[in-house]
């Protein structure tokens, strides 16, 4: 039984690209497809845009978690929202108004995020909570797939789940790098419960088993 509280998205950043109709089947038993949107600006690599989202967003069996690695957020976020993602990420370090940004995104039906890179404090943006619905804490400088977790990121993780819990509400805690089998315990003891794999996921010969894995690996840590 899939459980709320512990959400696993994998990222088809590390799909095959020329298949992704496909690479969405695979993942049919995950809660979320992580869609890792990158302009070439605010990060140094290009993947896809609005159009494709849209496009996914008709084929995938489960919902679609935009990641928007872009500049100006405040201008284009709200149309992923609007292309049917269910979940739009916005980076703090792009944005200049998020509170209108996540107030726009939600008006269009999705829920709101803002991600921090590793370099990132949370605390200047803790008074944001209140106005999205989860907050992506990356454990790799944004851009590429396949790179060495940052176990470092987990005091900002605590930081940020100590932070949801004396607010109270249900605001998500994101984890999204180097995300793997041998990582994922650390990050629910440090308090997240949505986990984006992508090399851990499509990397694996059985890729519905790797999913399952990761989430018996997470209940257990949360149990343990
Ligand atoms: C990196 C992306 C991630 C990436 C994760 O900038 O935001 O979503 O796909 O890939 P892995 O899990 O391989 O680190
Ligand atoms: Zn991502």
Not at 66 to 78: F, G, K, N, T, V
Not at 90 to 109: K, L, N, S, Y
């Amino acid at each position: 039984m899939p459980d709320p509280t512990l959400q696993i998205s994998p990222s088809i950043l590390s799909a095959d690209f020329a298949n992704l109709e496909r690479e969405l089947a695979r993942i049919a038993d995950a809660d979320w497809a992580h869609v890792d949107v990158m302009d070439n600006h605010f990060v140094p690599n290009l993947t896809l845009g609005q159009p494709v989202v849209e496009a996914l967003v008709k084929v995938s069996p489960i919902p679609i978690d935009a990641h928007l690695m872009i500049e100006d957020p405040d201008r284009w976020a709200p149309g992923y929202a609007e292309a049917g993602a269910r979940s739009v990420t916005f980076h703090i370090e792009a944005v200049r108004d998020p509170v209108a940004t996540a107030r726009a995104i939600r008006a269009a039906g999705a829920r709101a995020a803002f991600a921090l890179k590793p370099g990132t404090p949370f605390a200047p943006y803790e008074e944001l909570l209140h106005e999205v619905d989860m907050v992506l804490v990356m454990t790799v400088e944004p851009g590429f797939g396949g790179q060495a977790f940052m176990a470092d990121q987990m005091p900002k993780v605590a930081q940020v789940r100590e932070a949801v819990r004396r607010r109270g509400g249900e605001i998500w805690v994101q984890v999204d790098g180097g995300v793997s089998a041998d990582t994922i315990g650390q990050c629910v003891e440090a308090g997240a419960d949505v986990f984006v794999a992508g090399s851990a996921v499509y990397g694996a010969e059985d890729v519905p088993a790797r999913i399952g894995q990761l989430r018996d690996l997470a209940r257990t840590h949360r149990c343990g």
